[in-house]
């Protein structure tokens, strides 16, 4: 036990000598944290918007004042007639209308053009004008867990799912293969140091500066980006860990296909990087992809993670609601797990 310890420490202060590598490690999360919170957003605002009416009654009064004090969205000028709104969304100079038809209640008028966006200006405008005794038929929306709309709640988790994917099977096995590499994995392998043990105790660095990043990750979007932890702490720790093993593990089995780093980097390219940024659910739902995406998306591992960090730390939810995806998660574990170790001995052999 004492070999193993002092391997892990040999190994920790290997990591910590390579400057660099800590600046990315612990650099890319703070960076992207703050620019998928601050730059890269879909967050509704300035909103230019036209006001079609012929009579500016109380009703039309209190929405137009409603809509003018939010931060969401800008009015621009009032007109007569929804053609001129038309036309001022075809020129490009107002993004959306309010059309108010007397004795026919509201209707609304949106730049279509990016689909997603005229969506959420059109949930945006129905929660911003709805008030407790609103008179405005159409208005009745009530947003759970996520009220105004902040792309933050959205972002966070799958940013935890990426990097702590990418941080623990790239670098894991890149460590490794760079040792077969430069030649030096024979020279550890003859070490008292039984030859698993070796490979745990490189693992076990990056199971640790897994969890610095995965903390600095939560602090920074509860006191940073003002997301929510609803959920029990205990088990967004308990998943992650699992999920860290589960990273670690595809490292390993990357490591045992690649003898070079370059090899090892673009195979977790392939394997992770794409994958994760493309079928996870991270950017597009995974609802909306074709149903053979969707069958592929179905092993990738941080589809399931993602999943459940926005269900635990958004919703709320108990491990009950996220069993179906823990359960994935440790049956993923287990396999390539064993899958790493089998095809490990039979290398050693």
Same mark, same amino acid.
């Given at each position: 036990?004492k070999?193993f310890?002092?391997?892990?420490?040999?190994e920790?202060k290997?990591?910590l000598r390579?400057?660099?590598?800590?600046? =990315?490690?612990f650099g890319?999360?703070?960076?992207m944290?703050?620019?998928f919170g /601050? %730059?890269i957003?879909?967050d509704v605002k300035?909103?230019?918007?036209?006001?079609?009416t012929s @009579?500016?009654?109380?009703?039309t009064?209190q929405?137009v004042e409603?809509?003018? !004090?939010? *931060?969401?969205?800008?009015?621009? !000028?009032t007109v007569n007639?929804?053609?001129e709104?038309?036309?001022? $969304?075809?020129?490009?100079?107002?993004?959306?209308?309010l059309? /108010? +038809?007397?004795n026919r209640?509201?209707?609304?008028?949106?730049?279509?053009?990016?689909?997603n966006?005229?969506?959420?200006?059109?949930?945006?405008?129905?929660?911003? =004008?709805?008030?407790?005794?609103?008179?405005?038929? =159409?208005?009745?929306?009530?947003?759970?867990?996520?009220?105004?709309?902040?792309? %933050?709640?959205?972002f966070?988790?799958? =940013?935890m799912?990426?990097?702590?994917?990418?941080?623990?099977?790239?670098?894991?096995?890149i460590?490794?293969?760079r *040792?077969? @590499?430069k030649?030096?994995? @024979?020279?550890?392998?003859?070490?008292?140091?039984?030859?698993?043990?070796?490979? $745990?105790a490189?693992?076990?660095?990056?199971?640790i500066?897994? /969890?610095?990043?995965?903390?600095?990750i939560?602090?920074?979007?509860?006191?940073?980006l003002?997301?929510?932890l %609803?959920?029990?702490?205990?088990?967004?720790?308990?998943?992650?860990?699992?999920? $860290?093993?589960? %990273?670690?593990s595809?490292?390993?089995?990357?490591?045992?296909v690649?003898?070079?780093?370059?090899?090892?980097?673009?195979l977790?390219?392939?394997?992770?990087l794409?994958?994760v940024?493309?079928l996870?659910?991270?950017? /597009?739902? +995974?609802?909306?992809m074709?149903?053979?995406?969707?069958? $592929?998306?179905?092993?990738?591992?941080?589809?399931y993670y993602? *999943?459940?960090?926005?269900?635990?730390?958004?919703?709320?939810?108990?491990?009950?609601e996220?069993?179906? *995806?823990?359960?994935?998660?440790? +049956?993923?574990? +287990?396999?390539?797990?064993?899958?790493?170790?089998?095809k490990f001995?039979?290398?050693?052999?």
């Open positions: 036990m070999q310890i002092a391997f892990v420490i040999k920790t290997h990591i390579d400057k660099r590598t800590m600046l =990315i490690l890319m999360p703070v960076v944290m703050l620019l /601050f %730059a957003t879909t300035n909103v230019r918007t036209v006001v079609v @009579e500016m009654s109380p009703r009064q929405a409603r809509l003018a !004090q939010s *931060e969401y969205f800008v009015i621009t !000028q007639t929804p053609r709104a038309e036309q001022l $969304i075809r020129s490009q100079k107002a993004d959306m209308a059309v /108010f +038809v007397q209640g509201m209707q609304i008028m949106v730049d279509g053009s990016d689909p966006m005229a969506q959420q200006w059109t949930t945006y405008a129905l929660q911003t =004008i709805a008030a407790p005794n609103s008179q405005l038929s =159409i208005i009745n929306s009530q947003l759970l867990y996520n009220p105004q709309m902040k792309s %933050a709640y959205n966070v988790p799958a =940013i799912g990426m990097l702590l994917m990418l941080i623990c099977a790239m670098m894991t096995s460590s490794i293969v *040792e077969k @590499e030649g030096t994995m @024979e020279v550890l392998l003859v070490s008292p140091v039984r030859p698993l043990m070796v490979i $745990i490189k693992a076990v660095p990056y199971l500066l897994a /969890f610095g990043i995965l903390i600095t939560l602090l920074m979007a509860r006191f940073v003002g997301v929510p %609803a959920g029990s702490l205990f088990w967004i720790l308990a998943v992650s860990t699992l999920y $860290i093993l589960l %990273a670690l595809l490292g390993l089995l990357i490591s045992n690649a003898q070079t780093q370059l090899v090892a980097l673009l977790s390219a392939m394997v992770l794409m994958p940024v493309m996870s659910g991270m950017l /597009f739902p +995974v609802e909306s074709p149903t053979i995406l969707q069958w $592929i998306s179905a092993i990738v591992p941080p589809r993602i *999943e459940t960090m926005r269900k635990l730390m958004i919703m709320g939810v108990g491990i009950g996220v069993a179906h *995806e823990v359960a994935v998660l440790a +049956v993923m574990t +287990v396999v390539l797990l064993a899958i790493a170790l089998k001995k039979q290398r050693l052999e």
